[in-house]
């Protein structure tokens, strides 16, 4: 809190510095939409500027990228060279068709995967601040963030020079970079204390995230994202307040009552 006085004028101001309550964190391909997004982007924006040309221009990046991760190449790796298709091209351009594409894409029935936004607009409602976490970049996950009235994203953020993409991403957000990402952004909330945060994710990938919070949760039915969850709920009780988005993310005697275990969300 500040308080500055008004000299001569007898008033005082005083000014509460904000601070939420505490901060969620949430993975957003397979954890909040039920897709790829930089796959799903990708392809939209190509059609949509050359057609069938485009498509074919799709399948090529597409296939260079999975082979690259059936390789063994590392998934950060992979995620520069998806950003490596993009040089040259307009920031501002991709920025709107980005709204384009979430626009028709949104319309979609199961386009969001309801249980998350259900239980991100309940953090919401407690006085937390949604943080999105991913390695997708702007034009995808912006207004994805607006919609769910995320107050943080922390993405990858690929060099634009000159308005247009240089192809460079010096820091991808996938695995340790979100890991990093999210303990920067604790770190500038002093008056936050990490075990009373929240993180949401569906792959092994999103480990180094759930690492930072008291309270990790699980989307989908991974068997190694429930073992991970077992693990830490043998080395802290996990408290929740309702249902939770897979009743295997917490213990069975704290699931909330009425929780019959159908709330768990199959894996996009």
Sequence with gaps: MTVVAGIGSGEIRVETAYRPAYLVFCDVDETLIDCKSMFEFLRFQLVRRF????????????????GRSAAGVPREDVNRAYYRSYAGESAEEMAVLGREWFSLAASAPGFFIGSTVAELARHRAAGADIVLVSGSFAPCLDPVAEYVGARHVLCSSPVVRDG???????????GEGKRAAALRLLAEHPGVNPRDCFAYGDHPSDFPLLDCVGHPRGVGDDPVVRGYLARRADRAAVAVS????????MGRDEQSEGCTGECALPLG
């Design 51 to 66: 057609g069938e040309e485009g498509e074919l221009r799709y399948r090529l990046v597409e296939a260079d990228l999975k």
């Design 242 to 249: 309702g249902c939770a988005l897979a009743c295997w993310s």
């Design 164 to 174: 247009r993409y240089t192809g460079e991403l010096p820091e991808p957000v996938i």
